[in-house]
């Protein structure tokens, strides 16, 4: 079985500052991993993913994420915090062949002026 | 370029009501299709997907049903609304022989309001 735990429901940063996103997967074997950003009353937006390729994926919008498999994490990250950042971000996670894209909570992140 | 269009935007229904959202994908052949629902404090949940026409599989037994009547379009449906059928509800697609690496498109949304 497979899941995706996002620490921190809410996330608030001042504009400028760095922005970190937790996610950790449960996986028996290496999944792909995906980061996607939802604004109020839209659809979700692919920010970037991890394919098994680069443990380093850089995404749209200055965000980036690092794959470490010991740690079972994929964290979001982005090292200046822009106003135009605030959303609902969510991580997920599939299987090779697999139908079911499970994502996590979410996290809602603010952007202090 | 390929397109998934769902409508209604936002939509509100007394409850035993029915419902119909449609979800269509243009610019592509074959699509595998995805409902999810976006409860309030939740997150994305999997309803149904489809990987041809006629072709439905159901991810958790709820109130609500899936259709594919056409090869772009995938519709989904309640005899009768209940009041913890209200949502975010997302269409989304993948193009055929994509593999699970590619993630899913999504559309924009409708949101249902059950009263």
């Known amino acids: 079985a497979q899941s995706v735990t996002q620490l921190g429901s809410h996330v608030s940063v001042s504009e400028g500052a760095l922005v970190l996103l937790r996610c950790n997967y449960s996986?028996?074997?290496?999944?792909?991993l995906f980061w996607y950003v939802q604004y109020p009353n839209q659809g979700l937006q692919l920010l970037l993913k991890?394919?098994?390729?680069?443990?380093l994926v850089k995404g749209i919008n200055g965000f980036e994420a690092e794959f470490k498999k010991s740690e079972t994490s994929f964290h979001l990250t982005k090292p200046s915090a822009h106003m135009s950042d605030a959303a609902e971000y969510f991580c997920?996670?599939?299987?090779?062949?697999?139908?079911?894209?499970?994502f996590g909570t979410g996290t809602r992140l603010t952007v202090i002026p | 370029s390929q397109t998934i269009h769902q409508w209604p935007a936002t939509l509100v229904q007394p409850v035993g009501s029915p419902l119909s959202l449609e979800c269509t994908v243009e610019?592509?052949?074959?699509?595998?299709l995805y409902w999810y629902r976006q409860a309030a404090g939740r997150g994305l949940q999997l309803l149904f997907y489809?990987?041809?026409?006629?072709?439905i599989s159901s991810e958790v037994p709820q109130n609500l049903s899936a259709s594919r009547p056409q090869d772009r379009q995938f519709i989904l449906s309640s005899k009768k609304l209940l009041l913890s059928d209200s949502g975010f509800y997302l269409c989304?697609?993948?193009?055929?022989?994509?593999?699970?690496?590619?993630?899913?498109?999504f559309g924009s949304g409708t949101r249902l309001t059950v009263v």
């Open positions: 991890y394919t098994s390729a680069a443990t």
């Open positions: 997920a996670v599939i299987q090779t062949g697999a139908n079911n894209l499970f």
């Open positions: 610019g592509t052949s074959n699509p595998n």
């Open positions: 996986s028996s074997v290496p999944p792909y």
């Open positions: 989304a697609w993948r193009a055929p022989g994509q593999g699970s690496n590619y993630g899913y498109t």
């Open positions: 489809s990987v041809g026409i006629g072709q």
